[in-house]
T-cell receptor, first 114, second 115 residues
Framework: NAGVTQTPKFQVLKTGQSMTLQCAQDMNHEYMSWYRQDPGMGLRLIHYSVGAGITDQGEVPNGYNVSRSTTEDFPLRLLSAAPSQTSVYFC?????????????FGPGTRLTVL | SQQGEEDPQALSIQEGENATMNCSYKTSINNLQWYRQNSGRGLVHLILIRSNEREKHSGRLRVTLDTSKKSSSLLITASRAADTASYFCATGPPRYTGANSKLTFGKGITLSVRP
């Protein structure tokens, strides 16, 4: 099993550009989440999904869109990048609701917005 | 807002010593989890303790939960240089909300174990 994979590992964008961060898992997990990690802020939940076709907002959803067309994939779209979105982004998945089960994390995408 | 808050923010100990890290939270919970993050890597799950459990062990890790004080502690015994990492506690939303897919992480504790 590859577990949770994320691409790209690093990305530099200019303000106003859009892009999609990819996340995939091969463990048949229903629950997937996107977090951003900023220095001194810990991890903050952006969006999450409880199954294919079902997504909901987390703590900091503004400026991001998600969709879940398959169980395996959960891409995160930045609509118009802003310097405030410079961060490390982590995708995670679990086989039960995140409050009740271990989450498996991807290696992260380090994004810089100039 | 952050549900879990870890204490201390940073901890430096000698190899072989025990490391104790604390987490406090604000509202009632179903479960509490601890994660480790090595520098530049994703988080790795260490242990989950349920609200009806008081103590749980996993290898050199011992986690306690005191729901009356809304606090948890993570003890790493006989620390090793490889334990150098950031440690996070994570809690779900308040029990009464039923929204159990939103996990909230604290800001983390940086543990340095000196060889």
């Amino acid at each position: 099993n590859a577990g949770v994979t994320q691409t790209p590992k690093f990305q530099v964008l200019k303000t106003g550009q859009s892009m999609t961060l990819q996340c995939a898992q091969d463990m048949n997990h229903e629950y997937m989440s996107w977090y951003r990690q900023d220095p001194g802020m810990g991890l903050r939940l952006i969006h999450y999904s409880v199954g294919a076709g079902i997504t909901d907002q987390g703590e900091v959803p503004n400026g991001y869109n998600v969709s879940r067309s398959t169980t395996e994939d959960f891409p995160l779209r930045l609509l118009s990048a802003a310097p405030s979105q410079t961060s490390v982004y982590f995708c995670a998945s679990s086989y039960r609701p995140t409050d009740w089960a271990e989450q498996f994390f991807g290696p992260g995408t380090r994004l810089t917005v100039l | 807002s952050q549900q879990g808050e870890e204490d201390p923010q940073a901890l430096s100990i000698q190899e072989g010593e025990n490391a104790t890290m604390n987490c406090s939270y604000k509202t009632s919970i179903n479960n509490l989890q601890w994660y480790r993050q090595n520098s530049g890597r994703g988080l790795v799950h260490l242990i989950l303790i349920r609200s009806n459990e008081r103590e749980k062990h996993s290898g050199r890790l011992r986690v306690t939960l005191d729901t009356s004080k809304k606090s948890s502690s993570l003890l790493i015994t006989a620390s090793r240089a490889a334990d150098t990492a950031s440690y996070f506690c994570a809690t779900g939303p308040p029990r009464y909300t039923g929204a159990n897919s939103k996990l909230t992480f604290g800001k983390g504790i940086t543990l340095s174990v000196r060889p």
